[in-house]
């Protein structure tokens, strides 16, 4: 059997770890259109401080290719899935079978129509060619602007203002990272940037670009200011880069649709990572995930149902995020931003200005999400309460207490 993953991110890879230590004999080909091995994505913003040398970022030696006889073919785009044929066409016009195929081609930045202009200095960042690329740029630089305050945005606002640049983020709403942050924490870390000479601005946007001589040289915002600056950073977030599952059966919806098994609607193809939608019988909707941690899980999961015949693995994912900004470690767990219709019940506990914070999102005495600030070394255990629906009505004080293993110990009795 031969076994093709689009992909060596997180996902793609796990995958195939998995896939081999179940399956000695079929054929394993990873391909991916970067020209790298399996890196560390997620320290791109490091690297580019110069914290982390590409040495650094390599997640996986050369070796662990050859022992688990995996076939890389890097630097290639697969361009198309022929799903009559079983085969897949690459942009060098080769085509490769398949018997069984993983989609983890992860995500791309949405960049609207900004990146098409023909001016120095304008980024975004997913890649470690575009890492290398702002690297090697920046030595030019005294102002930057970032649009987008969401974790990207706010990652590197703190690598731009460490290197002495004055550092300018435009934020469409009126809260930071919206989907983790309340507005709380998002005024917390706003002053936490301004300490440090960000300039954050809310319901701003970027409405125009000016150049002289090929170069960026300032923006306009929404609200008519100008802002002088050398490197414009798009960190708008980011859409499945499936743009090769067009016209063909697979079922997409932003990513492509799997079940909990991380099966598509097409037979033998599964989906994982950034570029899967998944199925979630805890919300009955389909989720996109995009976290390392996400995609390691998601990776293993498809990799294991792909090549066991017996019982299948199910995912039951909890979207959660941790991240430090400035040093501040922050996770967000689940929902942890309920909108008015739901029936929510809110405990909190707010000691921000010890750089604290924890609360809990209950809908029907159960845990549906939380967001902290300070302690997170327990956030599985907090993943584990919302995953197994919990009953926690009598335990809101140990929540609050963070005597999650209490809880978990006697709420399944
Ligand atoms: C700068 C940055 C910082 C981040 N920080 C964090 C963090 O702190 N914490 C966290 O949890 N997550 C973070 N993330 C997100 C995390 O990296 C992703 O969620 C994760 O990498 C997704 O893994 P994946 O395997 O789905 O896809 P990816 O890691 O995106 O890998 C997909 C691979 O598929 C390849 N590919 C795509 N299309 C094709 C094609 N047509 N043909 C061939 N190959 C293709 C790509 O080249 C890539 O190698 C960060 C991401 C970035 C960019």
């Excluded at 090769?244 to 033998?268: A, C, H, S």
Aim: with cysteine.
């Amino acid at each position: 059997m031969r076994i093709v993953i689009i992909g060596n991110g997180p996902s793609g890879v796990k995958a195939a770890e998995t896939i081999r230590k179940i399956d000695d004999k079929s054929e394993l080909i990873l391909i991916s259109e970067e020209k790298y091995s399996f890196y560390f994505r997620r320290n791109l913003p490091w690297f580019i401080a110069g914290k982390f040398t590409e040495e650094k970022l390599t997640a996986k030696k050369p070796e662990f290719y050859i022992k688990n006889d995996i076939n890389q073919i890097l630097g290639k785009t697969v361009e198309k899935v022929l799903i009559k044929e079983k085969e897949i066409l690459l942009n060098s016009g080769e085509k490769i079978k398949y018997d069984k195929l993983l989609i983890a081609s992860g995500a791309a930045p949405i960049t609207g129509a900004w990146m098409t202009l023909n001016l120095k200095g304008i980024f975004t960042l997913r890649t470690l060619d575009d890492a290398k690329a702002i690297k090697e740029y920046m030595g030019k630089v005294e102002e930057v602007v970032i649009v987008g305050g969401g974790l990207l945005g706010l990652n590197m606002a703190e690598v731009f203002s460490e290197k002495g640049f004055k550092v300018h983020i435009l934020q469409r709403g009126s809260k930071l990272s919206p989907q983790m942050f309340d507005f709380e924490v998002s005024n917390f870390i706003k002053s936490k940037l301004e300490e440090k000479n960000v300039e954050v601005n809310l319901n701003e946007e970027l409405v125009e670009i000016k150049g002289k001589n090929g170069i960026i040289s300032e923006i306009e915002t929404s609200k008519g200011r100008r802002i002088s600056c050398q490197l414009l950073l798009i960190a708008i977030g980011v859409m499945p880069a499936i743009k090769f599952l067009k016209e063909t059966e697979i079922k997409t919806d932003r990513g492509v649709l799997t079940n909990e098994y991380m099966e598509t609607n097409v037979q033998n193809v599964y989906a994982a990572g950034d570029a899967a939608q998944i199925y979630n019988p805890l919300k009955n909707q389909y989720l996109i995930y995009t976290s390392w941690a996400s995609a390691l899980e998601q990776g293993e999961t498809a990799g294991f149902n792909m090549v066991t015949q017996q019982c299948k693995k199910r995912y039951i994912g909890v979207p959660s995020n941790i991240e430090f900004i400035f040093g501040i470690p922050i996770a967000s767990i689940g929902s942890p931003n309920p909108t008015e219709e739901t029936k929510h019940k809110l405990l909190l506990k707010n000691e921000l200005s010890k750089g604290l914070y924890l609360k809990f999102v209950l809908e029907n005495e159960k845990v549906v999400g939380s967001l902290i600030v300070g302690k997170i070394e327990k956030v599985d255990l907090i993943k584990e309460l919302i995953k197994q629906q919990i009953n926690v009505g009598k335990y809101e004080k140990s929540l609050i207490e963070g005597e999650f293993e209490k809880i978990l110990n006697e709420g399944k009795k």
